[in-house]
């Protein structure tokens, strides 16, 4: 991936996360699944210190235009990063490869999914957990409610995401060319 592809695809997922933010606040959404997608799908480029960086900002950014002081801000810029940072890893780890969409062959759908919704859920918990601790006016029940919310968000949100993706009638994505010998027609050749 090229630095200005990279550059772009963060801008698009900053502006994505400064909406949801903002949205948020009117719709009960939170920007955590937003922020996780962002660190998953940027991670092929071998920039994930700079999206981070780029991550933290905007979090703080968002938390600021709503009204939070300085000390909150980096708080709340904490507890959207670094869940959202575990769960590229996890996926990564649990799952290599997955969200380039190889290695799948190997793993059972189940297997895959399973690990994945692990990941959300740990991400989910840590956010929760860190929201509690950090922020002092949150309910128990409010925080096990985000907790799910946001388990879910993020599980669907990343399948969503990677399914069109991976879907060969995309925009601007040719279909993939049949090699000859592979399933769906073309020929076998005999080489002696």
């Not at 709503?66 to 780890?93: D, I, K």
């Amino acid at each position: 991936m090229t630095v200005a592809r990279h550059a772009t695809r963060t801008a698009a997922f900053a502006a994505a996360y400064l909406l949801t933010f903002w949205a948020g606040g009117f719709l009960f959404l939170s920007a955590l699944p937003v922020a996780a997608l962002w660190l998953l799908a940027q991670t092929p480029s071998g920039r994930r210190r700079f999206d981070v960086i780029a991550l933290a900002t905007t979090a703080a950014v968002a938390a600021t235009l709503n009204g939070a002081g300085p000390l909150l801000s980096l708080v709340l810029a904490a507890t959207g990063t670094l869940p959202a940072l575990l769960f590229a890893v996890l996926t990564e780890r649990w799952a290599p490869g997955w969200w380039q969409g190889h290695g799948n062959r190997f793993r059972s759908l189940h297997n895959r999914l399973s690990r994945l919704a692990a990941a959300a859920a740990l991400t989910a918990a840590t956010s929760g957990l860190l929201q509690a601790v950090l922020i002092q006016d949150t309910f128990r029940y409010a925080t096990l409610l985000t907790t799910f919310r946001d388990a879910a968000a993020i599980l669907l949100l990343t399948l969503a995401a990677r399914t069109m993706r991976r879907s060969p009638a995309s925009p601007g994505r040719p279909a993939s060319p049949r090699t000859p010998g592979s399933r769906g027609g073309g020929h076998l050749t005999v080489v002696r």
